[in-house]
């Protein structure tokens, strides 16, 4: 019997046919470099009119490789993203976007990680990226710039961090039995329904930070609909996990959605901010959280090695 994976890959799809290619080439690149015994891919397609299925199918890698799709196209992206997580059988799971890319070393880093002892500890494990809009074009050095192994406690980043800036893109590995636990993604969500897991998921462990090179981020240009719904989760995000930060998020959605401005009133009869002193108090609130977070960096330094 074959051994069972380390690491499972999952790349939702639909209709990604010009960026799908790419994510797979890289994945093959990465796969070069680790036993591809411990490394499975599933690529989840949800049901595409384009080449994306084809595409799939010539991929052909080298390790243990499905692609599947859901019983019927699910309108709600966050299903089709479920219905792929909900195939992985490795112990640490991964959901690749169909538009980023792996680092050529991402997977053997990874691997890695999940070696190392401060992994007992964690729920997810996570490392540096690159940002990019076109292929083979980053947008500048790696991100975050702390250089260290840490083992961030998790309670901690989702008192004093994650509810008002999220400082992590999907290269995440996501321990298996704890993403089930939590019953995994929520689909209510359109937007920010990893990053609402995330939260949830650290209620549970503690965050593994390597500073290896894991992938490459796509940054998009949005839409104003985009930028509506993203809006709109954010504020609800606030008013579920971070009430005191509401205000401020309201202020910030102003400038997308009908109906609320400025003069709203909130709370006691004050008056929501404005969208400028929003953003001020909001930048404010960053350095403030920027340097909390590389605090528990620091000490997780020292925590990985207790």
Not at 1 to 11: G, H
Request: with cysteine; aromatic share 6%; charged share 25%.
């Amino acid at each position: 019997m074959a051994p069972r994976p380390r690491i499972s890959v999952v790349v939702p799809v639909f209709n990604g046919a010009r960026d799908l290619g790419g994510c797979l080439e890289s994945i093959r690149v990465a796969l070069t470099r680790v036993p591809r015994s411990r490394i499975e891919v599933i690529v989840c397609d949800n049901w595409s009119t384009d080449a994306s299925r084809e595409i799939a199918e010539r991929a052909g890698l080298s390790c243990d490789y499905r692609i599947m799709r859901p019983a019927q196209h699910e309108p709600n992206r966050t299903r089709n993203w479920r219905a792929g997580l909900a195939q992985a059988r490795a112990d640490w799971m991964m959901m690749l976007h169909a538009d980023d890319v792996l680092a050529p070393g991402g997977l053997a880093a990874l691997l890695r990680a999940i070696e190392r002892p401060e992994a007992e500890r964690a729920t997810l494990i996570g490392g540096r990226h690159r940002t990019f809009r076109e292929p083979g074009e980053p947008d500048g050095g790696l991100h975050p710039y702390w250089p260290a192994t840490s083992l961030l406690p998790g309670s901690l980043l989702v008192r004093s961090v994650l509810p008002l800036h999220c400082p992590f893109v999907p290269f995440l590995l996501m321990r298996r039995k704890a993403y089930e636990a939590v019953d995994g993604l929520d689909e209510r969500w359109e937007l920010v329904q990893d990053w609402e897991l995330w939260m949830r998921l650290l209620g549970r462990g503690d965050v593994l930070f390597v500073p290896d090179e894991i992938g490459w981020w796509r940054v998009h240009p949005t839409s104003p609909r985009y930028r509506e719904i993203n809006a709109r989760e954010h504020v609800e995000l606030a008013r579920r996990v971070a009430p005191r930060a509401l205000p401020v998020a309201l202020a910030r959605a102003a400038v997308h959605l009908d109906g609320l401005d400025a003069d709203t009133p909130w709370l006691n009869g004050d008056r929501l901010p404005t969208v400028d002193a929003a953003n001020a108090s909001l930048r404010r609130t960053l350095r403030l959280v920027s340097a909390r977070l590389y605090a528990l960096r620091a000490v997780g330094v020292v925590r990985r090695v207790l």
